[in-house]
């Protein structure tokens, strides 16, 4: 319906960011089955239909750009506590790889931050919050800005030959 909506008021969706998440932390032997598929849902799902829905558009106007918001917990820092989450990230990129062959030339990325000052983040337990801001070589966690730029960036035609490629934003991070 909302892809419907704007083709209707504005023509067609030009640029899509699939953003929407969610992390159901919970203790790898207390999560459930469905709060796992809940997390797949809105995470991975919920990107494949956004995608799907305005591909028909950039195809047929030859242009668009997708980029996906994936985490570095979808390539290589992974929580048991988080294992869906983990793994709807992981799929994010999974999707990236697919719609970049499928939906040529539309350009399709994905973004991979690291930790980000959100809201979601602002309940960490502050000794984790520490923990974790050590392995940063930055040694802190990004701000907001820091992601969207370079999201900006992607989108832009000065990175027209950035296609199919996830881009880690994390400050650098080292495991201890």
Known sequence: KMIEEIDNQLGGVDILINNAGIDLSNLFHLKTADEFRKTLDVNVVGAYNCSKSVSAHMLKQDYGRIINISSTNGMNTYYPMCIDYDASKAGVISLMHNFAKYLKPIRVNTIAPGWVNTKMNASLYPKFKEAEERKILLKRFAKPEEI?????????????????????????????
């Open 148 to 176: 969207s730029k370079v999201i900006k960036f992607v989108i832009s035609r000065d990175a027209s030959y950035i296609n199919d490629t996830v881009i880690r934003v994390d400050g650098g991070v080292y495991n201890e």
